[in-house]
């Protein structure tokens, strides 16, 4: 799977996009289940674009339950409702790459994981990493929707990498009723059951313009 990103611009005194912004940006699609590819219960819009130094992705998240407990940075988001992007430069399949996740609470989670393998026994991920310039916001424009939206530097992306314009990278969201079943989708399904969203090899591709 592979888009090129629209440019996009951003405000000044918050590096996010302007609202208006976003209303020339078309999806990259809906995120699917992450282990067939099916049409998930929940809908899932995603879309990304660059302001040239910094990468900018919105989430449009149908959802009847919206709720989230953690409120710290860097709390373990994925055990409740969350929205994420997985991301490493270059056209490989990555080793090493930056996890960013987003809750319906706007608690941020940053880290870096090293994933030789692909595998989760092999795998080690260091949340003591900040993602430089990373911000973040949420909005529930109406009942049944949330928006998350988050913006960061290429530059904290890139992992001391040279320049490039090729970018793998995935979209992922665990939705949590508390009436019923997880749901795992995402942007590029990974084909793991049970769900597993650490699986570089299945990452999609975002192109600079």
Do not use: Q
């Amino acid at each position: 799977m592979t888009a090129r990103l629209p440019r996009i611009v951003a405000e000044a005194h918050t590096s996010l996009a302007t609202p208006s912004a976003w209303e020339t940006v078309p999806p990259l699609g809906e995120l699917v289940d992450a282990a067939r590819g099916g049409a998930p219960r929940d809908r899932t819009i995603v879309r990304a674009a660059t302001s040239g130094r910094a990468l900018h992705v919105l989430f449009e998240c149908d959802d009847r339950d919206v709720w989230a407990t953690h409120a710290r940075r860097d709390a373990p988001l994925w055990e409740e409702e969350v929205v994420e992007v997985f991301m490493a430069p270059g056209r490989g399949d990555p080793k090493r790459y930056v996890e960013i996740e987003i809750s319906p609470a706007g608690i941020l989670f940053d880290a870096i994981v090293e994933n030789p393998d692909g595998r989760r026994d092999t795998m080690t991920a260091d949340a003591s990493w900040s993602a430089e310039g990373l911000v973040g916001r949420v909005s529930r424009p109406r009942p049944g929707l949330w928006r998350a939206e988050i913006a960061v530097p290429w530059s904290t992306l890139a992992l001391d990498a040279a320049p490039t314009d090729a970018w793998r990278t995935n979209f992922y969201r665990v939705e949590r009723p508390r009436d019923g079943s997880a749901e795992f989708t995402a942007w590029s399904p990974t084909g793991a059951a049970p769900p597993d969203f650490h699986k570089p090899a299945s990452f999609g591709l975002l192109v600079l313009p």
